[in-house]
T-cell receptor
Framework: SQKIEQNSEALNIQEGKTATLTCNYT??????LQWYRQDPGRGPVFLLL?????KEKRKERLKVTFDTTLKQSLFHITASQPADSATYLC???????????FGKGTSLLVTP | EAQVTQNPRYLITVTGKKLTVTCSQN?????MSWYRQDPGLGLRQIYY???????DKGDVPEGYKVSRKEKRNFPLILESPSPNQTSLYFC????????????FGQGTRLTVV
């Protein structure tokens, strides 16, 4: 069956450091992968989309890598701030292309 | 402002009393979907719609109905709610089915007693 796995343990880091979150998937042949941010009780907010032929994508302090051989994406937040504290979700389109499936998310806490 | 609007935000209802959660988007998006989010289970897709009058089941469709009579609206209907449908619900829309970001509504927290 198709699986998207994100580290279920919360990630605690100090302000100013780089946070790195991992998304691993099995039984997907994704053409692209997305990352979302979700704050408690609110809807996910889109951050970045990376296509299978792109190894890396950047947006301000965010960087995403996509390794289709390892079946893994890494999401980096550089110079992290307390305002970056949230849950980060990885999303893949199902092989049929009709659904956007989400991982369970990793909670990030950035402390001053 | 581009947005997806859900109503109500909070709802407490009794078992068996039919309810509808509305969803509307102002971005002329083709693709809309409904998700539920439960602790430890993440976001799971209930139903989706690729365009007007085109809907299909997601991963957890049992107990739900949807309709897409207009492009902007995609209501979620619970004909006979049960306590196991207590959850946080999100509507989402995207320009196309593939390769585009999804915009989510604010969420509807439903409690069925």
């Amino acid at each position: 069956s198709q699986k998207i796995e994100q580290n279920s343990e919360a990630l605690n880091i100090q302000e100013g450091k780089t946070a790195t979150l991992t998304c691993n998937y099995t039984n997907y042949s994704p053409a692209y992968l997305q990352w979302y941010r979700q704050d408690p009780g609110r809807g996910p907010v889109f951050l970045l989309l990376i296509r299978e032929n792109e190894k890396e994508k950047r947006k301000e302090r965010l960087k995403v890598t996509f390794d289709t051989t390892l079946k893994q994406s890494l999401f980096h937040i550089t110079a992290s701030q307390p305002a970056d504290s949230a849950t980060y979700l990885c999303a893949l389109s199902s092989n049929s292309g009709y659904a956007l499936n989400f991982g369970k998310g990793t909670s990030l806490l950035v402390t001053p | 402002e581009a947005q997806v609007t859900q109503n109500p935000r909070y709802l407490i209802t009794v078992t068996g009393k039919k309810l509808t959660v509305t969803c509307s988007q102002n971005m002329n998006h083709e693709y809309m979907s409904w998700y539920r989010q439960d602790p430890g289970l993440g976001l799971r897709q209930i139903y989706y719609s690729m365009n007007v009058e085109v809907t299909d089941k997601g991963d957890v469709p049992e107990g739900y109905k949807v309709s897409r009579k207009e492009k902007r609206n995609f209501p979620l209907i619970l004909e006979s709610p049960s306590p196991n449908q207590t959850s946080l619900y999100f509507c989402a829309s995207s320009l196309r089915r593939l390769n585009t970001e999804a915009f989510f509504g604010q969420g509807t927290r439903l409690t069925v007693v």
